[in-house]
């Protein structure tokens, strides 16, 4: 790979790439992408012209960067090396842009200002926080924790407003709040309403962990937004429920690889894992073939294994094709959460990722080279291998 200049630069060019710009779009071999001051500044197939930070991609694949809806800021690592934490966790994988559904608002406040000056490189960061639950339903995977209770709809404007005006983008409920395999603890619905009739006069969004049945239909017959997971313990999705997800716009992030990750911790049998993921996709496979926006997640930050692979191989079992994960990657969670597109086209954000391969369809986004935010090389496989870190 010809490199020149500054990696550090705002100001770049990758050239003799295969650009896959956006979902529906057909490749561009040999593209050259121009970034002036952290933009998109241009996108041809011309050769690269001036003295600035260049990267030869060899015919190997680019796409935009990359959108993680579902992760968590609560490793204790921030707190002493927050940008080995980053890279490690979500800069290798390619992710560019993040949704935080439940952190400890302050201190999440406090790496996006780090990452805004310089102190550490890291993602866009949107956070949903709130994590509200009913009385006395804090889940009972989170020991020693207290979550913010909502027990009646008169506290829920109050509650929804304290948290925008402290700074996040948007809500996290718990619709159902797991207490143990016999027992979940439900916001009641006209509790739920009243969460997003606030939000929504914010003009933000709401996200709910389902758990279950119950949870999941309360959430999206009362105005929630994104379903936080599939929900195994839901079961086989009504026809009703998916007509609901749809008619109502309730955008779904599967989180597939999550159920197998928790369940092997807790030494259920692996007939009863194996049972539980299958639900998973299935339910996955009825709302994409009915059309619902997905936006991919993994949770990790709460999931201790950071590598998305299993994930995107999970939504390929629900016949999700390139162009879908490509989708719930990048111009879906784009459209959800910011102004920007999602595409590689002028005006958009210099957030790019490159692969170890001219075909990423078949690797489903896997094996990542290197990762670009906003015109400045983040993480670069080749140099950190070299350096043995």
Same mark, same amino acid.
């Given at each position: 790979? $010809?490199?020149? @200049?500054?990696?550090?630069?705002?100001?770049?060019?990758?050239?003799?790439?295969?650009?896959? &710009?956006?979902?529906? *779009?057909?490749?561009?071999?040999?593209?050259?992408?121009?970034?002036?001051?952290?933009?998109?500044?241009?996108?041809?197939?011309?050769?690269?012209?001036?003295?600035?930070?260049?990267?030869?991609? /060899?015919?190997?694949?680019? @796409?935009?960067? $990359?959108?993680?809806?579902?992760?968590?800021?609560?490793?204790?690592?921030?707190?002493?090396?927050?940008?080995?934490?980053?890279?490690?966790?979500?800069?290798?994988?390619?992710?560019?842009?993040?949704?935080? @559904?439940?952190?400890?608002?302050?201190?999440?406040?406090?790496?996006?200002?780090?990452?805004?000056?310089?102190?550490?490189?890291?993602?866009?960061?949107?956070?949903?926080?709130?994590?509200?639950?009913?009385?006395?339903?804090?889940?009972?995977?989170?020991?020693?924790? /207290?979550?913010?209770?909502?027990?009646?709809?008169?506290?829920?404007?109050?509650?929804?407003?304290?948290? *925008?005006?402290?700074?996040?983008?948007?809500?996290?409920?718990?619709?159902?709040?797991?207490?143990?395999?016999?027992?979940?603890?439900?916001?009641?619905?006209?509790?739920?309403?009243?969460?997003?009739?606030?939000?929504?006069?914010?003009?933000?969004?709401?996200?709910?962990?389902? @758990?279950?049945?119950?949870?999941?239909?309360?959430?999206?017959?009362?105005?929630?937004?994104?379903?936080?997971?599939?929900?195994?313990?839901?079961?086989?999705?009504?026809?009703?429920?998916?007509?609901?997800?749809?008619?109502?716009?309730?955008?779904?992030? &599967?989180?597939?690889?999550?159920?197998?990750?928790?369940?092997? /911790?807790?030494?259920?049998?692996?007939?009863? +894992?194996?049972?539980?993921?299958?639900?998973?996709?299935?339910?996955?496979?009825?709302?994409?073939?009915?059309?619902?926006?997905?936006?991919?997640?993994?949770?990790?930050?709460?999931?201790?294994?950071?590598?998305?692979?299993?994930?995107?191989?999970?939504?390929? /079992?629900?016949?999700?094709?390139?162009?879908? +994960?490509?989708?719930? $990657?990048?111009?879906?969670?784009?459209?959800?959460?910011?102004?920007?597109?999602?595409?590689?086209?002028?005006?958009?954000?210099?957030?790019?990722?490159?692969?170890?391969?001219?075909?990423?369809?078949? $690797?489903?986004?896997?094996?990542?080279?290197?990762?670009?935010?906003?015109?400045?090389?983040?993480?670069?496989?080749?140099?950190?291998?070299?350096?043995?870190?």
């Amino acid at each position: 790979m $010809l490199w020149s @200049t500054d990696s550090s630069a705002k100001d770049l060019v990758i050239y003799n790439a295969k650009l896959y &710009p956006g979902p529906g *779009l057909p490749p561009l071999e040999g593209a050259t992408i121009s970034i002036k001051d952290g933009k998109i500044a241009g996108v041809s197939q011309s050769k690269p012209q001036g003295d600035v930070f260049k990267i030869d991609a /060899r015919g190997r694949s680019v @796409t935009a960067g $990359l959108w993680n809806s579902h992760v968590h800021f609560t490793d204790a690592k921030l707190e002493s090396n927050a940008q080995s934490l980053i890279t490690n966790m979500l800069l290798k994988y390619g992710f560019t842009s993040v949704v935080d @559904t439940g952190s400890y608002l302050p201190s999440t406040l406090g790496l996006i200002r780090s990452i805004e000056q310089g102190e550490i490189k890291g993602p866009d960061i949107v956070i949903a926080s709130g994590s509200f639950v009913y009385t006395d339903g804090t889940p009972s995977y989170l020991p020693g924790v /207290r979550l913010p209770e909502i027990s009646l709809p008169s506290q829920a404007a109050p509650a929804v407003n304290k948290v *925008l005006d402290s700074g996040a983008q948007g809500i996290k409920i718990f619709a159902g709040s797991f207490m143990s395999p016999e027992k979940t603890i439900h916001l009641p619905p006209n509790v739920i309403k009243a969460i997003t009739n606030a939000a929504h006069q914010k003009h933000t969004f709401v996200i709910a962990h389902p @758990t279950d049945k119950t949870g999941l239909e309360n959430a999206v017959n009362n105005g929630v937004d994104i379903l936080a997971h599939t929900a195994p313990a839901a079961g086989v999705f009504t026809e009703e429920t998916i007509q609901t997800i749809i008619d109502k716009q309730v955008s779904v992030i &599967p989180t597939l690889k999550l159920w197998r990750w928790e369940l092997s /911790r807790h030494n259920v049998p692996i007939f009863q +894992i194996d049972a539980n993921q299958d639900i998973a996709v299935n339910q996955l496979k009825a709302v994409y073939n009915a059309g619902a926006t997905i936006l991919f997640g993994t949770d990790v930050g709460y999931m201790s294994d950071y590598d998305p692979a299993e994930e995107y191989r999970l939504m390929a /079992r629900s016949g999700m094709d390139f162009e879908a +994960i490509l989708k719930s $990657l990048t111009t879906a969670p784009a459209k959800k959460f910011s102004d920007n597109s999602g595409v590689v086209e002028i005006g958009e954000p210099g957030d790019l990722v490159m692969y170890q391969t001219n075909s990423i369809t078949d $690797l489903t986004f896997e094996s990542i080279d290197i990762t670009i935010k906003s015109g400045e090389v983040v993480f670069d496989a080749n140099q950190i291998s070299t350096q043995g870190n």
